[in-house]
T-cell receptor
């Protein structure tokens, strides 16, 4: 079974621009979560989508947004890019069966998108 | 989710067992212990998880103490490819509601020849 895929893998933008990152979850997985990783702050949770609805959101400004499509694929968007947005953006998917059966909420990560803001 | 404490770094000789400890003294009854690792600049890789019983899979073993206040991840025969940052995470197993992973700083395991 193919893993989580993220595109593009590398991206260079300038301040003030916006960017859209894409994530395709493992086939059959319905939940997609996004994380930001920087050297200073480590891995931080951005948001989670399940059934096309945002279920949880981390402590990030409104410039960070996302959405999920009916096929569970997800995109995240960052508007008005700042230098501090340079980071590795990671997507993770999980099966998420209602009832919390052990292991069904295990998150599997993609390789990430390395965003550099100049 | 309960907070975890891990050593900042550890060394292990190739071929030997790597034992990575994690302290989670405030863990509650419905919280699971998860382990992930991250090899430089790659996405975190799921290793194993458990609630109270010891668990083993093809990658590692997870030993959870009887009081559940600490656990140990065991890589039975470490190789150079096991060099990575290992994260111990304690979290609820949600029942269809929102979920997230809270990563600490992890343990940097260096496997040497």
């Amino acid at each position: 079974k193919a893993g989580v895929t993220q595109t593009p893998r590398y991206l260079i933008k300038t301040r003030g621009q916006q960017v859209t990152l894409s994530c395709s979850p493992i086939s059959g997985h319905r939940s997609v979560s996004w994380y930001q990783q920087t050297p200073g702050q480590g891995l931080q949770f951005l948001f989670e989508y399940f059934s096309e609805t945002q279920r949880n959101k981390g402590n990030f400004p409104g410039r960070f947004s996302g959405r999920q499509f009916s096929n569970s694929r997800s995109e995240m968007n960052v508007s008005t890019l700042e230098l501090g947005d340079s980071a590795l953006y990671l997507c993770a998917s999980s099966l998420k069966i209602a009832g919390g059966v052990s292991g069904t909420d295990t998150q599997y990560f993609g390789p990430g998108t390395r965003l550099t803001v100049l | 989710d309960a907070k975890t404490t891990q050593p900042t770094s550890m060394d292990c000789a190739e071929g030997r067992a790597a034992n990575l400890p994690c302290n989670h003294s405030t863990i509650s009854g419905n919280e699971y212990v998860y382990w992930y690792r991250q090899i430089h600049s790659q996405g975190p890789q799921y290793i194993i998880h458990g609630l109270k019983n010891n668990e083993t899979n093809e990658m590692a073993s997870l030993i959870i103490t009887e009081d559940r206040k600490s656990s140990t991840l065991i890589l039975p025969h470490a190789t150079l490819r096991d060099t990575a940052v290992y994260y111990c995470i304690v979290r609820d197993q949600p029942t269809g509601t929102a979920s997230k992973l809270t990563f600490g700083t992890g343990t940097r395991l260096q496997v040497t020849l």
